[in-house]
């Protein structure tokens, strides 16, 4: 039975697919059809130029082999390629005896201003002619500006967020980084601009990413020899927000991959959108490279909210929930309750729990049962000042001097030790450390927790002490 260039093409397609990802071939190999087979030469129609350069010059090899497979030793393939505004052109694109598919010149010429168009395409993994692919944009559709509550803490992040929603890559907030600790609204703020430019640019592809899940993809398409095709469709985003990227460091291949995506969405005026726990200067396990080009566009803190705005969040969760407060109750819980927005949701959740179950009215002694178990954890906290005042009395040496600028030996050792167990023991940045003990820079934190670990390895009279102070710390955790 004599074969059709349609089940060639098939055959040809049934063979591709065992060696490249789903990805890669809806890409590049499902747009094409095949036109005709004559003889040895099956004839296939791409989209443009540029899609027949690209697949020649990183397919070329599976292509040889499957249509040698089908036609023999002497197949080969010729190209028809689309151009805008025509139906097609036929380009001759033969194998010159070796049965590689290469390209000869086109039967029908090309016009000048049409070989300007296309070597204009900025994009090169947007291919003009196929159908870009619909991508989820993983955004949570509840969390927008309009039930962000802004404050003096966030006020910052929170217009220049607004502004790349509204502007997206034409903005100098190119990337914009939002930093701050857990619980302040830097997922809100994030997903919100995602939510903005979903709701009034249809046309903009938006990808929400955890850090977590980035590396786990990286990991993935490294397996599956893949991870061309992994830049490639993270190229293809036109708003791409990435959260916690702390979780990066010292991930030195996925740090690697996402510095050339991000290189190309920022050349391309595509918007990146960052959060992490600190600003990019004190992320010690990122590269250089990447740390300079987060500095290229805005880094904006959320800070601690005030009393009014912890207010204001608070009575925003009670009309959600339908919770119905007296003031004396929301003044206790807002004076007492401070630094995460999710324990102030927490708590209303609670009290509208208990009002539920108990037919009990909501007052200050009901509020004190229910968010007692946050407040004795923040008496019970191992904090730095807790630590300076063990070391302060373990070393004989005033807190005062544990914060001075003294450089005598007892004084020093004494700071190192307090930075040490801080570091240790407790959530506060390297940052906010160099600030605590005298205004000193991460760095300085950083040497002298290295220099305390080789201390306590060599000196055993200084870890015996310190380990006394551990136990200290533990007791008070319990």
Not at 175 to 181: R, T
Not at 231 to 258: N, S
């Amino acid at each position: 039975m004599e074969k059709s260039h349609i089940s060639v093409w098939d055959n040809c397609l049934h063979s591709i697919k065992k060696f490249v990802d789903s990805q890669a071939y809806k890409t590049w190999f499902a747009p094409i059809k095949p036109v005709q087979l004559h003889d040895s030469s099956l004839t296939i129609q791409v989209p443009n130029n540029f899609f027949y350069e690209w697949i020649e010059e990183h397919y070329v090899s599976l292509l040889r082999t499957s249509i040698r497979k089908e036609l023999g030793e002497n197949g080969r393939l010729e190209y028809q390629i689309l151009t805008p505004g025509s139906k097609q052109r036929s380009t001759g694109a033969a194998s010159p005896g070796a049965g590689a598919a290469s390209a000869s010149q086109p039967k029908s010429p090309v016009s000048q201003r049409e070989s300007k168009k296309e070597k204009l395409i900025k994009n090169p993994f947007v291919i003009p002619g196929i159908k870009r692919i619909k991508i989820d944009p993983q955004i949570n559709r509840s969390l927008r500006f309009h039930n962000f509550i802004e404050g003096d803490c966030n006020k910052l992040a929170r217009s220049a967020a607004y502004a790349v929603a509204k502007s997206p890559g034409k903005t100098a907030f190119n990337p914009l980084v939002i930093y701050g600790d857990s619980g302040l609204g830097k997922t809100h703020l994030a997903h919100a601009v995602g939510n903005a430019i979903l709701d009034n640019h249809e046309d903009i592809v938006v990808l929400y990413v955890s850090s977590d899940v980035f590396t786990n993809q990286v990991v993935q398409s490294i397996k599956n020899n893949a991870a061309e095709d992994f830049v490639h469709f993270y190229q293809m985003v036109d708003v791409l927000i990435v959260d916690d990227i702390q979780f990066l460091e010292r991930k030195q291949k996925t740090q690697e991959i996402f510095f050339h995506i991000f290189n190309q969405l920022h050349q391309n005026n595509k918007q990146v959108i960052m959060t992490s726990d600190r600003p990019p200067k004190d992320l010690d396990g990122l590269e250089d490279r990447l740390i300079s080009r987060f500095k290229w566009g805005l880094t904006a803190d959320l800070q601690e909210p005030d009393y009014e705005t912890r207010m204001a969040i608070f009575e925003d969760k009670m009309a959600k929930n339908n919770v119905d407060i007296p003031y004396e109750v929301k003044d206790y819980i807002c004076y007492n309750i401070h630094g995460n927005v999710r324990e102030l949701e927490g708590i209303v959740v609670s009290l509208a729990a208990q009002m539920a179950l108990t037919g009990k009215e909501i007052d200050i002694n009901l509020a004190k049962t229910v968010v007692s178990q946050y407040i004795n954890k923040a008496a019970n906290e191992v904090n730095v000042d807790f630590i300076l005042a063990i070391v302060s009395e373990s070393f004989e040496i005033s807190v005062d001097q544990l914060k001075s600028k003294s450089r005598k030996r007892d004084i020093v050792i004494g700071r190192q030790v307090a930075m040490y167990l801080a570091k240790k023991y407790t959530d506060v940045s390297l940052k906010e450390l160099g600030k605590i003990f005298g205004g000193r820079d991460h760095s300085t934190v950083i040497y002298s927790i290295n220099t305390m670990d080789d201390l306590l390895e060599t000196d055993d009279k200084l870890s015996s002490k310190v380990d006394l102070l551990v136990k200290q710390i533990k007791s008070n955790l319990k």
